[in-house]
């Protein structure tokens, strides 16, 4: 992104986080513009805003979770998705970071847990975490929890070319 670019951008969010109805949309923004250039700092320091101006929502937490995932900070993340967990325990998205965060660097078992939980939260969530979901089944050993989840995705997308390959395998990992 060209410095004029992001000066620009700044500015305008900027301006539009002076109004207290556009608060929060506007600090996500300037957080992941100064996450794009490299400021962690001032990255965070944009989400602490966020935060604080709506201290119910999970968002900033969710958004934070995410940055220190993806810069390898497993602590931090690991706050920040609990924290998001907390304000919204029902966000399948929350919930399928919060696992993969749990599978990468907690308990694999609580990682199942929660994925479960939003997949019935949301049944027709996305089909990526029924595949996850039976993948993990799959390495833990639990195959007919695999092939339960498997029949559960085929009932809600039917038959699919492109997950198809991927349950054989799995199939085959499971013994």
């Not at 989400?47 to 999970?58: C, G, M, P, V, Y």
């Not at 706050?79 to 907390?86: I, L, Q, S």
């Given at each position: 992104?060209?410095?004029?670019?992001?000066?620009?951008?700044?500015?305008?969010?900027?301006?539009?986080?002076?109004?207290?109805?556009?608060?929060?949309?506007s600090y996500l923004p300037l957080a992941e513009i100064?996450?794009?250039?490299?400021?962690?700092?001032?990255s965070v320091r944009w989400?602490?805003?966020?935060?604080?101006?709506?201290?119910?929502?999970?968002l900033p937490d969710y958004?934070?979770?995410l940055h220190y995932c993806n810069k390898g900070d497993k602590q931090r993340a690991g706050?920040?998705?609990?924290?998001?967990?907390?304000l919204n325990p029902?966000?399948?998205?929350?919930?399928?970071?919060l696992a993969v965060y749990e599978r990468e660097f907690?308990?694999?078992?609580?990682?199942?847990?929660l994925l479960e939980q939003a997949i019935n939260a949301y049944p027709g969530t996305l089909p990526a975490y029924y595949i996850s979901l039976a993948d993990w089944y799959a390495q833990a050993g639990q195959c007919s929890?695999?092939?339960?989840?498997?029949?559960?995705l085929r009932s809600l997308i039917g038959f699919d070319s492109a997950f198809e390959p991927v349950m054989v395998e799995q199939k085959k990992s499971c013994r």
């Open positions: 992104m060209r410095l004029d670019h992001y000066e620009l951008a700044k500015e305008h969010f900027n301006a539009a986080a002076q109004s207290e109805a556009v608060a929060l949309e100064e996450e794009f250039r490299g400021d962690t700092l001032a989400l602490d805003l966020a935060r604080k101006l709506n201290q119910t929502s999970e958004q934070e979770g706050v920040g998705f609990n924290r998001a967990h907390e029902l966000n399948a998205s929350i919930l399928f970071y907690g308990d694999p078992g609580k990682a199942i847990s929890d695999m092939l339960s989840t498997h029949e559960r």
